[in-house]
């Protein structure tokens, strides 16, 4: 097996709570904290230009970002042509701005369109000359307080840049990062549920998809799947649409339901249903656990695809889809699956994360920032790491082209 490096994510969210891109770094397998690193950075960049270019997965990356750290090999090496400079920008430190050919080398880079952030080096006064070169700035939250943070702040504020925060802990210190100016947020609190929108249990449309996803595993007859989808005209409007879309090429038009569940068929309206039940939420912040949900769900269902049947990784995007329900309703996972009926397997990867489904879900959380066993639960599955990296990479494409 390869060296046991992953890649791993991090959200970039705006000050409105929209994701705006991500942070992709290493994730080291041989310590049990998570450390980003910058080993290897041309691999990096060389996974992410081979997803983006692939005609297959073909990541339409639309106006999203991707932070990339960059250490002088990256920063002197080709590896940065086969990427779209619009959509990427790099991560570098002062000290390597001084080495030997960096600095013209990203006076290029910038005319060609990439981004530049600078990490911003505690209580050292703005360089000018490398601000010249910057697009952005990012401080780090865990190496201050927040009066700290404020005064370093406080001396970028007016450079034409624009300002990240990293290692955010909770929604609160987002809120008030926000209330300093910074536009770009990133780090552990994306996961939680945000205290103040957060709202309890299932809302009416999500117990009646409940009500749709134990019709269809238990294989009722169309028509009564049809008259229950009548009775909420939203989902009935969303479901023609995606029946119609331009993906399923039909030749005319499905006008009614019990065709288009006619169509679909039981196994892929079961993950239209699934997806629906965990996009149902209409907080901010809901929809950025919603996003996370989709991304692991894919992830996971792309890491069993060798190991398992095609009926067992639809399983496993379920299993990952669902995952995130807890937060989403603010409710114990328990008690979710209480209202909602699943598999054995799958209840048991949700709640303990063990099972036939539970070490793959386990990896596709693994590689979400705060989580250091990634390597190991790789090395377990006997999944080489690079396969991995890449199936992370093209679960992001999928759920980005989705979007699109």
Known sequence: MSEMNIVVREPLLDAQQCVVGY???????????????????EKLAGLVAEIINNEQVAW???????????????????????????????????????????????QALRKRGFGISLH???????????????????ISSSKADFAVQAK???????LPVQKVARNIASWQDYDACVSLGFNFLTGPFQLMSRPDSASKGLNTSQILIVQLLEMVRKNADVRQIELVLKRDPVISYKL?????????????????????????GYTPLYRWLSV????????KSAQLLMQTAIIRGRFAEL???????????????????????????NMPMGEVLDKIQLPEAMSQALLTREGVYGDFLALAEACERGAGCAGRLA??????????????????????????
């Not at 039940?277 to 209409?282: F, H, Y």
């Not at 377990?380 to 699109?404: C, F, G, P, R």
């Open 276 to 283: 629906l039940l965990a996009t149902a939420g209409t907080s």
């Open 303 to 329: 890491l069993g695809d060798t190991f398992l049947p095609k009926s067992e990784t639809e399983n496993l995007f379920v299993a990952g889809l669902f995952s995130l329900l807890d937060r989403l309703l």
């Open 120 to 138: 911003w080096p505690d209580a050292i006064e703005p360089d000018k000359t490398l601000f010249s070169l910057a697009t952005h700035v990012d």
């Open 23 to 41: 942070m992709l770094a290493w994730q080291q397998a041989e310590i049990d904290a998570c450390r980003f690193a910058a080993e290897n950075p």
């Open 379 to 404: 090395a377990s599955l006997q999944i080489d790491a690079t396969q991995v990296s890449q199936k992370h990479l093209q679960a992001l494409a999928w759920a980005k082209n989705m979007e699109m």
């Open 60 to 106: 339409r990356l639309g106006n999203q970002i991707l932070f990339l750290e960059a250490v002088p090999a990256l920063i002197l090496s080709d590896v940065l042509s086969a990427l779209p400079a619009e959509n990427i920008v790099l991560g570098v430190g002062a000290g390597d701005c001084a080495e030997p050919g960096v600095f013209a080398a990203l």
């Open 152 to 158: 370093q702040y406080a001396l970028i504020k007016n």
């Open 240 to 264: 023609l649409r995606y029946i119609n879309s331009a993906g399923f090429g039909l030749g005319c038009e499905i006008e009614s339901l019990r065709h288009a569940v006619q169509v679909l």
